[in-house]
C-alpha cells in the first residue's frame, strides 16, 4: 500500500506491478481463509471468537474479489504490453526495410 501510496510503482517501471499485486492479494486470501477455518473449527464458542471466524470469511470474501480484479487488471496489462511490442517491433522492421512511412516519429538515418 505504500509503494502505491508514494507512487514507488511509477518510478521503478521494471517491476511487473500488477502481477505482484496479485501474488499479494492472492497470497493473502488464502492465509485469511486458513486461519478462519482453523479459528472456526478450534474455537471455544465464545462471542468474540464465533465474531471474529465471521469477520475472517468475510475478509477472505473482499480480498477474493480484489484477487478478481487483480486478474482483471494483470491480463489487461499483459495485453496492453504485447501490442506495445508488437508495434515496436512492426515499427523497425518497417524501417531497417526501407519502407518507412513520412511520418515524424520515425527518423530515418542516411549514411
Same mark, same amino acid.
Do not use: E, G, T
Given at each position: #500500500?505504500? %509503494?502505491?501510496?508514494?507512487n514507488f510503482h511509477m518510478r521503478v517501471p521494471q517491476i511487473n506491478w500488477n502481477l505482484t499485486d496479485l501474488v499479494n492479494t492472492g497470497l493473502s486470501a488464502i492465509f485469511f481463509f486458513i486461519s478462519s %477455518?482453523? #479459528?472456526?473449527? #478450534?474455537?471455544?464458542?465464545t462471542g468474540a471468537e464465533i465474531a471474529a471466524a465471521v469477520f475472517g470469511f468475510m475478509v477472505t470474501?473482499?480480498?477474493?474479489f480484489n484477487v478478481y480484479l487483480a486478474v482483471k487488471k494483470w491480463r489487461e496489462g499483459s495485453r496492453q504490453q504485447n501490442a506495445r511490442q508488437n508495434s515496436e517491433y512492426t515499427r523497425a522492421r518497417t524501417a531497417s526495410r526501407g519502407e518507412a512511412e513520412t511520418r515524424p516519429e520515425i527518423v530515418r538515418l542516411e549514411a
Open positions: #500500500l505504500v %509503494i502505491f501510496c508514494v %477455518i482453523v #479459528l472456526a473449527v #478450534l474455537n471455544h464458542r470474501a473482499v480480498y477474493s
